[in-house]
């Protein structure tokens, strides 16, 4: 069963300080440009996400919810962690069936990811990027391509990612 995140009509918007973005629907390419800081909640993006070498995002009880690519460069510092708590615990990036846009996963050494990646339809494209930490995640796509000539680190812990909600059944057969 997937699931089925929605920000309803809550707009996404750069605060005051211009590097912290608060969650909703936002309709443009993701994150603007000099955020770097995402507060909790859900991201419903209707563009691309891009974080390219040199830059950082940072989110702690976040899921993205991408209608088109997403694409952590190399060198980019990402310490992203899913919501720890509610019906989308432990669901960190989503691309819905039938977006088949292109995941890719890098970052630097410093970078983290905790939470479930699940995008059934896509490419999920990782470069090793010497992180000690890693992916604490499940990653789950259509076609999966390992490549680079650095270390990956993957560790499943399954308190850190999301378990699909399956309601009981009850079949009768003669």
């Known amino acids: 069963v997937l699931p089925k995140p929605s920000c309803g009509t809550k707009i996404a918007k750069v605060k005051e300080d211009g590097i912290t973005m ?4 936002w309709s443009e390419d993701f994150p603007p440009k000099d955020v770097t800081n995402l507060e909790s909640g859900i991201y419903c993006i209707d563009g691309d996400v891009r974080v390219n070498g040199g830059e950082t995002l940072i989110g702690t009880g976040v ?22 708590g509610g019906p989308f615990e432990g669901l ?6 039938g ?4 995941v890719v ?35 789950i796509g259509f076609y999966i391509e ?3 000539d650095s270390k990956l680190v993957v ?7 999301y378990d699909a909600f399956i309601s009981p059944s009850v079949e009768i057969s003669q």
């Open 63 to 84: 899921l993205l919810v991408v209608d088109g690519e997403v694409r952590f460069n190399g060198s980019a510092t990402i310490d992203l962690a899913a919501p720890g």
């Open 99 to 102: 977006n088949d846009n292109i």
């Open 22 to 25: 608060s969650a909703g629907y």
């Open 105 to 139: 996963l890098n970052g630097n050494s410093a970078s983290r990811f905790r939470g479930t990646i699940l995008a059934p339809s896509s490419l999920i494209r990782i470069a090793g990027n010497d992180s000690s930490y890693g992916f604490h995640s499940q990653i």
């Open 155 to 161: 560790k499943y812990l399954d308190s850190q990612n």
């Open 146 to 148: 390992l490549s680079g």
């Open 92 to 97: 960190l990036i989503y691309l819905p069936m």
